[in-house]
């Protein structure tokens, strides 16, 4: 693992697509061809992380919704309505926000606009963020077995990268709670090594500084014992 310089790593919401599928498909009525074109999604893209619930994020709450809707002939929505719910009232209500504001190409029937039943799935997501995958590396320098206690938080840690990229001098500059993962959080960090190819360091190096989310880290599981 690289442990980065003093780069403060804030959580971005990643991005809640919504599944639009564009099909032509044919039909018969009274023996005769109708040629029926879906919408399209059109103007702003289809998708709602800048409207993540900020209640939803403290709470690390992800899922998918599924929402019903119609789309008018003038390409915008009406009766939004929740299929399934992703299991978070906060996520719901924000996919119904945001799905007001979309805006498509309206189904087409032999040449003429009409309203069409729709139905689209928003996906919401958190991507790891840099702290969480660096606790996750670091998870195995520390020597409970034992879960990661509930309530749990962070490990912020201080160090030295010396010229040769090693570090030195690492220390808890404000613990999690847990005597384990602080001590594995100083483990980790003094096998790390910073890669020092593209910058040339003062021989008494430079302070770092790097945070271990282990509250949202996932531990890798055990590898299956080969058969005998």
Not at 121 to 141: F, G, H, T
Not at 146 to 153: A, E, Q, W
Not at 183 to 210: K, N, Q, R, Y
């Amino acid at each position: 693992m690289r442990v980065h310089l003093a780069i403060i790593f804030s959580l971005v919401c990643g991005p809640a697509m919504a599944d639009d599928a564009v099909t032509i498909t044919s039909t018969r009525v009274n023996q005769d061809k109708v040629q029926v074109v879906s919408p399209v999604s059109i103007g702003r893209p289809h998708t709602c992380s800048e409207m993540y619930p900020a209640a939803a994020i403290a709470a690390h709450a992800q899922g998918t919704t599924t929402m019903s809707f119609t789309i008018k002939t003038d390409g915008t929505v009406r009766d939004i309505r929740i299929s399934k719910s992703s299991g978070n009232k906060d996520l719901d209500d924000a996919t119904v926000k945001c799905a007001a504001q979309w805006l498509y190409k309206p189904a087409m029937q032999d040449g003429v606009t009409v309203e069409k039943p729709w139905q689209a799935n928003v996906v919401w997501k958190i991507p790891v963020s840099m702290d969480v995958r660096r606790a996750e590396q670091c998870l195995r320098y520390r020597s409970d077995p034992s879960p990661i206690p509930p309530g749990v938080g962070a490990t912020s840690v201080t160090f030295r990268i010396m010229p040769d990229g090693s570090m030195k001098d690492a220390a808890v500059s404000r613990s999690s709670g847990d005597k384990s993962l602080d001590t594995a959080a100083i483990l980790c960090v003094d096998e790390s090594h910073f890669d020092v190819s593209i910058i040339t360091l003062p021989p008494e190096g430079v302070p770092g500084h790097a945070t271990l989310d282990w509250a949202h880290a996932t531990p890798s599981p055990m590898p299956s014992p080969s058969p005998k």
